[in-house]
């Protein structure tokens, strides 16, 4: 491996525990502890833990924090209380997008927490400082100081209960969160979050690298399974959540990503992208992002045509063997043409193509505590 | 460690020969199945292709990734292994007990070209 890798504070843990690790946004990461299945069942069923201290946290403060985070921000944050999260997109002007990200708005005035992905933070941060330009904002790239474990599936809450004695936890709603202390480590500071990347209910636990070693430990005695990015995937991809690179790129609007109620152009009338997006809904969206099951056992991937009577209509962006429905199904980028539910399309998978017809892009029913 | 079965020819894309007569045997390695992991998807050509050495003939798939097979010798499929179709599985349980296609040989020589268990397991080593 030529390039150096950056490691998360649980490195040596993944590494102890036997994982297959593999580079990911720039950082040396657990692929799968046991098996990818496995690892993918114990979120369904009963609760596993992801480290995800790879992710990006920005912290943006200052008088012009509440106009500033909506200006670049596609969601709207106006009149969001304390404790709420948004999820939401940074767009370029031209409406394609820069990265997709949860907004955390804080319990003190004038600040907000911005969660973005790994591969993106540096694009990021350099983006909103170049758009800070004449707003009296502070933007912090406080990544490097934050750990995150994500604690997913049906068993979360009582992990968080019972083992780490998260109480508060459980009172928690979708998409809020809450701020505690972990006791007995120089940078207490915590963030724990009803959100999650699976379709399973579960928290996100943001803290400094000393709490989170220990939470990680605390949860591996408890039973909670450890588990890679490639259930991570899968899971994401069952629920219908997008991955950046894959459903949303710089080349690809929220429009044409399926993600539109993520964007508010009829609620607010001014964030980087929103006439673009307004142009592009007027037009009429050229593609548009769908699902396909194939009947066939063969399984599409990323990058493989789409096509209609040998003619390429689209292009898959992620797919799989479902591993909770066991079926062939992908989520693909087609021509507006062919996006109504029943269209029948064709895959090509190496030589041959495989008959599929289009469905919602969700193909797992999610679990997500209201 | 993987484990390699003498007699067998090998390919630089993890496939082994089984050589009866003038058919060739194929499948895929216990280091590919391993490294692989829990296999999925089989994807076979079909009776009566025809191939050249070096074609892709088909694919393993785990549930991350897909892995292109190639043709270790031209030939004629004769046959494929149907039972894979529905237990790909059987590839991670027993990779050289589990072939996938028996191929015609249009030019044997190229049998040559292989590699031996030997020279096979050196190459493993280095990967």
Redesign the interface.
């Known amino acids: 491996m030529e390039e150096t890798l950056l490691k998360t504070c649980l490195h040596d843990r993944h590494v102890v525990l036997g994982a297959l690790m593999s580079p990911f946004a720039g950082f040396d990461m657990p692929?799968?502890y046991t098996?990818?299945?496995e690892e993918h069942n114990a979120v369904r069923h009963k609760a596993g833990m992801f480290d995800v201290s790879h992710m990006g946290e920005i912290f943006v403060s200052g008088p012009d924090a509440d106009k500033f985070v909506n200006h670049v921000f596609s969601n709207n944050i106006e009149g969001m209380e304390d404790g709420k999260i948004l999820y939401g997109m940074m767009l370029y002007p031209n409406g394609t997008t820069v990265d997709d990200l949860l907004v955390y708005k804080e319990f003190v005035p004038d600040r907000y927490l911005l969660v973005v992905n790994a591969s993106n933070i540096a694009k990021d941060y350099e983006w909103l400082c170049a758009q800070a330009e004449g707003y009296d904002v502070k933007v912090v790239n406080a990544s490097d100081d934050w750990g995150q474990i994500a604690l997913q599936g049906p068993e979360a809450e009582k992990y968080a209960v019972e083992t780490l004695g998260l109480d508060e936890a459980a009172a928690l709603g979708f998409y809020t969160y809450y701020e505690t202390e972990y006791p007995g480590v120089a940078e207490p500071r915590m963030i724990v979050s009803r959100t999650g990347y699976t379709g399973e209910d579960g928290f996100e636990i943001y803290a400094s690298h000393e709490a989170i070693l220990k939470i990680w430990d605390t949860l591996l005695e408890a039973g909670v399974v450890p588990c890679g990015l490639?259930c991570r995937d899968?899971l994401r991809f069952e629920a219908g959540l997008p991955l950046y690179g894959h459903e949303l790129s710089d080349e690809i609007t929220p429009l044409e990503a399926g993600l539109g109620m993520f964007a508010k152009v009829k609620d607010k009338a001014d964030f980087i992208g929103r006439d673009a997006l307004v142009a592009q809904k007027e037009a009429g969206l050229a593609r548009k992002s769908v699902g396909i099951e194939l009947q066939d056992?063969?399984?599409p991937?990323a990058g493989y045509p789409v096509e209609v009577n040998g003619v390429q209509v689209g292009v898959v962006t992620t797919g799989?063997?479902s591993?909770s429905t066991d079926r062939s199904v992908c989520v693909a980028l087609v021509d507006k043409a062919y996006t109504e539910l029943g269209t029948q399309v064709e895959i090509r998978?190496?030589?041959?193509v495989f008959p599929g017809i289009v469905t919602k892009r969700r193909f797992y029913e999610t679990n997500y505590k209201k | 460690m993987a484990k390699t079965v003498e007699g067998l020819y090998y390919s630089e894309s993890h496939e082994w020969v089984k050589v009866e007569g003038n058919v060739a045997i194929v499948g895929i390695t216990d280091f590919a199945q391993h490294a692989m992991g829990d296999l999925s998807y089989v994807d076979m050509p079909e009776v009566d292709d025809e191939l050249e050495k070096g074609e892709e003939f088909g694919a393993v798939e785990s549930v991350k990734a897909a892995s292109d097979l190639f043709c270790p010798v031209s030939g004629t499929v004769v046959e494929i292994n149907e039972e894979l179709e529905d237990a790909p599985e059987l590839l991670n349980v027993d990779a050289f007990a589990n072939w996938i296609m028996k191929v015609e040989m249009s030019d044997p020589s190229e049998l040559e070209s292989l590699m031996d268990a030997a020279a096979y397991e050196a190459m493993c080593a280095n990967e």
Request: charged content about 35%.
């Open positions: 692929i799968q098996n990818i299945t490639g899968t056992k063969a399984i991937r799989y063997r591993i998978i190496r030589k041959k």
